[in-house]
Structures are given as C-alpha cells and as structure tokens.
C-alpha cells in the first residue's frame, strides 16, 4: 500500500513505541509484506529465519524484534511485536470505513454498466464501462474493475486475506494481518456466481484481461491471474500465488500458495498442484504429474492386485 503523504521514521517510531536504529532521516512512503516491498517501503519481520531475506530486501524501513545494525541506507524500528505495530499501522493508514448508502457516493461507475438491485458497491470504487453486475453482488472498497466485465450474483469481491498469527500461549490464539491492499478486474473479464476474490495483504489481487471464471471459486489474496485464462467450478486458489497466461484449470483443482503455473498448462479436474509447474504441458493427480505419465502410472497401480495373484499362484505352485 502506497502512502497518499510520505512520513517520516520519527513520527512511525513515535506511533508505535519503536527504538530507531541507523538513519533517523528516512521517510516511508508506503506499507508492503516481505514481498511487496520497493525502495521506500516498510515492513516487519518476526521470525529470526527471515531477518536476512527481510535486512537484504529492497525496503528502506524494517520492524524488527531484535537488536542488530541496520545495513547502509536502512532504518531498523526496534520492538518487541513488530506484527501488532504494523497492524497498527494498517489500521491508521487503511481505516475501515462504513457503508451508508448500497452504492457509495465516491464509486466511479462508467457509461453503459448495469447494476442489479440488491449488489452493494464500497467507497472508491471504480467501474469500467458496458459492465454487469448481476444481483448481490458485493464490492468492497477500493475494488477496481474495467470495461465489459461480467459478475454473476452472490460473488465477493475484496473479502480480507485468510492471514494470522497464532499466539498459543492466549485463550483466543490467532491475531489478524489486517489487509490494506486491492482486488483489480481487467477488462472482459466474466467472474460466475459465489465466487470469493479476497484482496492482498499490502498489494493486489488482479485478474487478468479476457479470463473466464466459472461458479464457486475462491482466488486467495495478492494472487495474480494472467490473460485468457479458464477457471472452472470449485477451483480454490491459495494465497501470493501466480498463474501466468491461457492456463485452464478444471473443476476442483486446488492451488498451493507462493506458486507458479506456467503460460498455458492445463490441470485436469480435481488434481492438486503443491508447488510451480511448467507451462505448456497437461497435468493430474495430486500431486500433479503430466497427465500421460499419471495415466500409465494409474493403469500400473490397477494391475496390481492382477500380478499379485500370479505371483502367489507361482508361489504356491513351487512349495
């Protein structure tokens, strides 16, 4: 999330009872997680085993729960729950705003687009033009969509990402990462009913132009789909995760998290993809292999019990 006015270390070390390690003259111009992050950025890090990747990433301001010298031209934000102070920051920065009317007074909706009774369109909206918004659908706030975008009714879009903390030694266990980013439709774009497209952590959601996606998807936050893609029923997408060009995804695929799917691969019905495949080539089971490799493995396994008979006859037949 990009700040609207640059602040400074001092005012962010102030807001939230941090000690300021290295340049007390930096300004931060905006909020991102770990990967999110370009020069100016802040963000946090809690786990020893991400001090490196976050010390050595492009942000300029970094919450941190240890003592340790801030690399050149970097600030370090000293204290004991960098989590909880950057939420507070979120909060402060990314207020939740509520609703007063179905259709907010700062939504832009373009010429020729329909909106069905009952759909609720959040603050700062932006519509395109020649869309439809089929009956209650719900936008939430700072949605973008473009022109001659289709969404079918009871979808969301801009839900929260599905992101905690858990605090084990705590009666309620699991502290929310409030999320300040955005969900973006590209043009011609068709979303079908009940789908769930959360926004990002810090950055963005984006569904890329002319992809089709069928009922009842779930596409995780910060996830990017690309162009021409086919996304078929009950498909459940994980978080951070990238889906380049023309992919087709059959029913029930499920998606692991901070993954690539190459340009044009196409996964069969109810496999899972644990970790990034290529493009251009055909893929089942869960977890996937291309499917030519999956089918003859198949035809294998269903030989077995077949060849197991045999090798008891043979056995039997010699005592």
């Known amino acids: 999330m990009q700040l609207i006015t640059p602040v400074s270390v001092q005012w962010i070390a102030n807001f939230i009872g941090a000690e300021i390690i290295g340049n007390q003259e930096l300004q931060v ?7 999110k992050v ?23 301001v970094i919450i941190i ?9 970097k600030c370090l934000l000293f204290c004991a729950d960098p989590f909880s102070a950057y939420v507070a920051l979120v909060k402060h920065f990314s207020p939740f705003t509520p609703a007063i009317k179905m259709i907010a ?8 687009t329909i909106i069905q009774p009952g759909s609720f369109v959040g603050n700062n909206v932006s519509i395109g033009s020649n869309c439809l918004i089929h009956a209650n659908v719900s936008i939430y706030d700072g949605c973008t969509i473009g022109d001659n975008v289709i969404i079918h009714s009871g979808s969301v879009l801009g839900a929260d990402a599905f992101y905690f903390k858990r605090r084990k030694e705590r009666e309620v266990q699991y502290d929310k990462l409030e999320s300040c980013g955005r969900v973006i439709i590209e043009n011609d774009v068709e979303i079908g009913a009940l789908c769930t497209i959360d926004k990002g952590v810090s950055g963005d959601t984006i569904i890329g132009r002319g992809t089709k996606l069928d009922n009842h998807i779930q596409v995780g936050h910060g996830t990017v789909i690309g162009r021409n893609c086919l996304i078929a029923s009950q498909v459940g997408i994980a ?16 998606v692991n998290k901070d993954l690539t799917i190459g340009k044009g691969a196409v996964v069969y019905a109810q496999s899972g993809v644990p970790a990034s495949i290529e493009g251009g ?23 077995i019990p077949v060849l197991w008979e045999k090798l008891m006859g043979n056995s039997e037949s010699i005592h």
Do not use: C
């Open 29 to 35: 111009s905006g909020l991102n997680e770990i990967h």
């Open 38 to 60: 370009i020069p100016g950025s802040l963000t946090f890090v809690d786990f020893e085993k991400y001090y490196d990747k976050s010390l050595n990433s492009a942000a300029t």
């Open 65 to 73: 729960n240890k003592h340790l010298p801030a690399p050149a031209g």
């Open 105 to 112: 007074d700062t939504a832009r909706i373009g010429e020729g």
């Open 239 to 254: 978080g951070k995760t990238h889906i380049e060009d023309e992919v087709i995804l059959w029913g029930q695929v499920g």
């Open 281 to 303: 080539k055909v893929y089942f089971g869960s977890p996937v292999m291309e499917a030519r490799e999956k089918m003859k493995e198949a035809s294998w396994i269903r030989r």
